[in-house]
């Protein structure tokens, strides 16, 4: 992609953009191990929320080593028969703990509907691939076979993180679907990091703050060392190309994070396959914005919307019935009041969720009216209109070629941002 220039940013975002800047430049084995120290003394055994609390767990591995867990639920009580969540930390598979995802935590589990597990995976500079899967893997089986006990819904087990904890996420899932021996309801990999290649435009030569090329390729050498035959699906999801079977996804990521394509791309097989899923692409946003700039517009926006899905899937996805709703039911879910709606600035791109592969016919909408987005959205702009490179239209088009017809979907809308022209 052409290099992230300032103007580039929401401007509500330059801030910590500068800041990210000046305070996270690790980019290889020792800056992350040092960046690694610092989020162990920040973080560490501080759970900070309003409506949760952690208790730790622990499961001895093979090798008589402990993997540390946290397990999070409502301060006030849990519901009986509550949803599972697995949630994967952050931090590039080589730094970072649990404790730094309370956010999100706190909103799924704040309510009383969800009880969290998230386990304290073995980091790429202490071993690589495929001991955090192994780790991620071993929380997940003794989150299923103490269900009772966390007083969880076995049928309700859905898996989720951000960035690396988004790719294992998606590892997860496509082992789960291979081995078979648990049942993910659903799936939300948060700016994924899915591909280790980086041949897509967002990939290549990508500056931007948080989160760029040069971090990335650091990333992916130390999670992938040692590692000289063909690289496996389950180390970096998005080579799978078959993605049939797979349970129902959500996720958000920002248009100038070098993830961007891989994670279009991958929820495009997913829709392709049959597979509900819903992505929102946020326009002149970076890597993990809606926790680096918590207060935004953009970010609170961005919370409401995983929020909203997250308990949309609470209602309707189960083991056993992994088969979308009709997409009517999702918008009504989705829809926020009006006084709620965002400004233009904060528009963004939205893949609705679809009907399964053999109803899918062709059909690109115009325009979509306000009152059909999934949460409405000031201000629509066509396809062709898009504000966006010509690479980034190729995969949105791809996206809605595969669209059901509007008799059992909505359409595939995009949304365009002008928030930079006058500055």
């Given at each position: 992609m052409s290099r992230v220039r300032n103007a580039d940013i929401r401007s509500e975002l330059r801030p910590a953009a500068r800041l990210m800047k000046l305070t996270f430049t690790a980019s290889g084995a020792a800056t992350f191990e040092k960046y690694d120290r610092q989020c162990v003394k920040k973080y560490r055994g501080k759970w900070k929320s309003r409506n949760t609390i952690a208790e730790e767990k622990a499961i001895v591995r093979e090798d008589g080593t402990i993997l540390r867990l946290l397990v999070v639920r409502c301060e006030e009580g849990t519901r009986a028969e509550a949803t599972g969540l697995l949630w994967l930390h952050d931090g590039g598979f080589a730094f970072g703990v649990p404790e730094q995802e309370s956010l999100l935590v706190d909103m799924f589990c704040g309510d009383g509907s969800c009880v969290a597990v998230l386990p304290d995976y073995t980091k790429s500079t202490e071993s690589p691939y495929p001991y955090a899967l192994e780790d991620c893997h071993k929380a997940l089986l003794w989150m299923k076979n103490n269900a009772e006990e966390l007083g969880i819904n076995r049928s309700q087990l859905f898996v989720g993180g951000s960035g690396a904890g988004g790719g294992l996420t998606a590892a997860l899932c496509l082992r789960a679907r291979d081995v078979r021996d648990v049942n993910i309801a659903f799936q939300m990999p948060i700016s994924p990091m899915l591909d280790d290649r980086m041949e897509s435009e967002s990939a290549r030569?990508?500056?931007?703050?948080?989160?760029?090329?040069?971090?990335?390729?650091?990333?992916?050498?130390?999670?992938?060392?040692?590692?000289?035959?063909?690289?496996?699906?389950y180390a970096a999801p998005g080579r799978e190309e078959d993605v049939h079977g797979l349970p129902a996804a959500c996720s958000i990521v920002g248009d100038l994070e070098p993830v961007k394509d891989e994670t279009v791309l991958y929820f495009t097989r997913m829709k392709k396959a049959g597979i509900p899923v819903s992505l929102r692409v946020y326009h002149g946003c970076f890597h993990n914005f809606e926790n680096t700039a918590v207060n935004s517009n953009v970010a609170l926006n961005a919370h409401r919307y995983l929020v909203d899905s997250f308990r949309y899937a609470q209602h309707h996805y189960f083991a056993h019935n992994k088969v979308a709703p009709p997409p009517e039911a999702f918008a009504e879910s989705m829809r926020q009041p009006e006084a709620e709606q965002a400004p233009a600035e904060e528009t963004t791109a939205t893949i609705a969720e679809q009907a399964p592969a053999e109803e899918t016919t062709a059909s690109i909408a115009e325009q979509a009216p306000v009152e059909e987005a999934a949460v409405p959205i000031a201000e629509q702009a066509p396809v062709e209109e898009a504000a966006e490179p010509i690479s980034e239209q190729a995969l949105a088009e791809e996206v809605t070629d595969t669209a059901a017809t509007p008799a059992h979907t909505e359409d595939v809308e995009e949304s365009a941002t002008g928030q930079e022209a006058a500055e």
């Open positions: 030569d990508n500056n931007a703050p948080v989160w760029d090329s040069r971090k990335n390729r650091a990333a992916w050498d130390l999670y992938l060392q040692d590692m000289n035959e063909e690289i496996p699906v």
